[in-house]
C-alpha cells in the first residue's frame, strides 16, 4: 500500500477555506494517495504547531489568516518573496529544516497572465489598500517590472510605511486622490475588503480611468464585486480574485506531491459552484 502524503491549511477560523476543495480536486486527479485537511489553529498555539511540524507527519502545509505575518517569525528559513512580502503562506521541510515561501504575488501574476496578458507593459498601477494582501500584489507589480505605483490607503501612514518597505517606484497617496490618479492608471487592483460579501463602497469612480485599463479586484466572494461590475459596464478588462487564489495553490501541491497541478475551467467551475451553494 502506498504511503499517503498529509498536507493542511491552518488558520484562526479556518471552516470557510476553499483550499481543501483545490487540493483534494488535484489528488483525486491525479490518483495521488495524499490528504490535505483544515486545522483550525488559535493565535496561541501557533508556535508550538510551527515547531513540531517536523514531527508531525505532516509534509507541509499552507497557512492563512491571522497567521500568515507570524508564521515569518517562526521557521528556520523564508524564500525571497516571503522576506519580501513579510508573510507566509506556504510551509514545507527540507532535511529536517522549516521553510516559509509565499506564493500570492506569483498566483496573482499567474493568473493575469491567463487573464489580462498585457498587464506586464501597464506603464503606472493604482493599488487600493496597503495591508497583508497588498504586499504580496506590490511584490508582483515591481517583479513586473511596473515602474510607476501609486499606493491609496485610508490610514496614508500606513501607505507611507508599505511603500518605503518596497523602495523606489511605489508612492503613497491619500484615499481622497484616488479619482485624481484613476485618470492615468492603466492598471487598478484593489487589494482591500471593500466588496467583500457586497459590503463598502469604493471610493473609486471607473468612468475616470482610461479606456484600455485593467481592473482587479482580489476579493472572490462575491466573484463580482461592485467595483468589478462597474467597470465591465464601462467596457473596461476586468479579473476577479478566484484565479489568484487557484494559481497560488500550484506551486505548494507540486512541492508536497510531486505534481504540477493545472487551473482548469473544471476546477474553476468546482470553486464557484461552492461559492454560490454557500451564498444561496
Not at 488559535?42 to 508531525?56: G, K, Q, T
Not at 489580462?116 to 506603464?123: D, E, F, H, N, Y
Amino acid at each position: 500500500m502506498a504511503e499517503t502524503t498529509k498536507a493542511f491549511v491552518i488558520g484562526h477560523p479556518i471552516a470557510h477555506s476553499r483550499s481543501p476543495l483545490i487540493h483534494g480536486y488535484w489528488l483525486e486527479s491525479h490518483g495521488i494517495s495524499g490528504t490535505y485537511e483544515r486545522i483550525d489553529i488559535a493565535p496561541d498555539d501557533l508556535e508550538r504547531f510551527i515547531r513540531n511540524l517536523p514531527e508531525s507527519g505532516f509534509v507541509g502545509g499552507n497557512v492563512t489568516i491571522p497567521h500568515k505575518e507570524e508564521t515569518c517569525r517562526l521557521v528556520d528559513r523564508l524564500d525571497e518573496a516571503a522576506r519580501a512580502i513579510g508573510a507566509v503562506n506556504t510551509l514545507w521541510l527540507d532535511g529536517g529544516a522549516i521553510c516559509g515561501g509565499n506564493t500570492d504575488a506569483t498566483g496573482f501574476a499567474a493568473d493575469l497572465d491567463v487573464h489580462a496578458s498585457s498587464w506586464r507593459s501597464a506603464k503606472s498601477a493604482l493599488v487600493l489598500g496597503a495591508g497583508g494582501a497588498s504586499r504580496a500584489i506590490l511584490h508582483a507589480l515591481t517583479t513586473a517590472g511596473i515602474a510607476d505605483i501609486r499606493l491609496v490607503n485610508r490610514t496614508f501612514a500606513r501607505a507611507e510605511e508599505v511603500s518605503e518597505r518596497f523602495g523606489t517606484g511605489i508612492q503613497a497617496h491619500h484615499w481622497q486622490d484616488v479619482n485624481d490618479l484613476a485618470s492615468t492608471s492603466d492598471l487598478v487592483v484593489n487589494t482591500t475588503s471593500v466588496g467583500l460579501n457586497g459590503q463598502g463602497e469604493m471610493p473609486l469612480d471607473v468612468a475616470q480611468l482610461p479606456a484600455n485599463a485593467t481592473v482587479v479586484d482580489i476579493v472572490y466572494t462575491p466573484l463580482q464585486t461592485p467595483l468589478l461590475a462597474a467597470a465591465a459596464k464601462r467596457g473596461l478588462k476586468t479579473v476577479d480574485g478566484l484565479g489568484m487564489l487557484l494559481h497560488q495553490a500550484v506551486p505548494g501541491f507540486e512541492r508536497w506531491f510531486g505534481v504540477r497541478p493545472q487551473v482548469t475551467d473544471r476546477l474553476r467551475g468546482i470553486i464557484v459552484a461552492d461559492i454560490e451553494g454557500a451564498r444561496s
